[in-house]
Antibody, heavy 120, light 107 residues
Framework: EVQLVESGGGLVKPGESLRLSCAAS????????MNWVRQAPGKGLEWVSS????????YYADSLKGRFTISRDNAKNSLYLQMNSLRAEDTAVYYC?????????????WGQGTLVTVSS | DIQMTQSPTSLSASVGDRVTITCRAS??????LNWYQQKPGKAPKLLIY???SLQSEVPSRFSGGGSGTDFTLTISSLQPEDSATYYC?????????FGPGTKVEIK
């Protein structure tokens, strides 16, 4: 069974940093582009970042303004999101998602999400 | 960035009704359009990819159409378990974007 499990969320103060992890199992992790998507409480989905299979191509939502860094370790079947200078508006459930190698490159597998709360 | 809009914002329909949700892109995205269903407290679930391809194990009452800037998601016969929020997402550009969502409720 393909499974993605996020971890690392929690309560932090504005300006602090946090590193999220996503552990993949049941798939050939290095064969897929991976993504982070977030959802603020009661709001819609917001794409955050994507990383290609060998980390050659990395993209971010413009709204992040260089505060977040996506990375992966294919040997450990893991995806990461380093979040710096956190703001209240970064409060959200953060999901990792696998990008299928299909027309439309959809996200077919999602983790359960990890909650990040930024509050003083 | 490519902006996505959806209409309606919400709808209420009866079991058995035909329901259509519209998604519009701010520029042409060919058929790089995916649809997701999300229920409260759960991760999104892929329904339709590449505008009209049905994801494996998704009921055939769901269908997608469109190309360019205008797309639709249709539920041919609404079922109680279809109560959820539906999001479109473009994957044409390297910066992916989601629509704001359409909440579907059962009367």
């Amino acid at each position: 069974e393909v499974q993605l499990v996020e971890s690392g969320g929690g309560l932090v103060k504005p300006g602090e940093s946090l590193r999220l992890s996503c552990a993949a199992s049941g798939l050939s992790f290095s064969s897929y582009n991976m993504n982070w998507v977030r959802q603020a409480p009661g709001k819609g989905l917001e794409w955050v970042s994507s990383i290609s299979r060998s980390s050659t191509y990395i993209y971010y939502a413009d709204s992040l303004k260089g505060r977040f860094t996506i990375s992966r370790d294919n040997a450990k079947n893991s995806l990461y999101l380093q979040m710096n200078s956190l703001r209240a508006e970064d409060t959200a459930v953060y999901y990792c998602a696998r990008e299928l190698v299909e027309p439309g490159t959809p996200f077919d597998t999602w983790g359960q999400g990890t909650l990040v709360t930024v509050s003083s | 960035d490519i902006q996505m809009t959806q209409s309606p914002t919400s709808l209420s329909a009866s079991v058995g009704d035909r329901v259509t949700i519209t998604c519009r892109a701010s520029e042409s995205i060919s058929r790089f359009l995916n649809w997701y269903q999300q229920k409260p407290g759960k991760a999104p679930k892929l329904l339709i990819y590449a505008a009209s391809s049905l994801q494996s194990e998704v009921p055939s009452r769901f269908s997608g159409g469109g190309s360019g800037t205008d797309f639709t998601l249709t539920i041919s016969s609404l079922q109680p378990e279809d109560s959820a929020t539906y999001y479109c997402q473009q994957s044409y550009s390297t910066v992916f974007t989601f629509g704001p969502g359409t909440k579907v409720e059962i009367k």
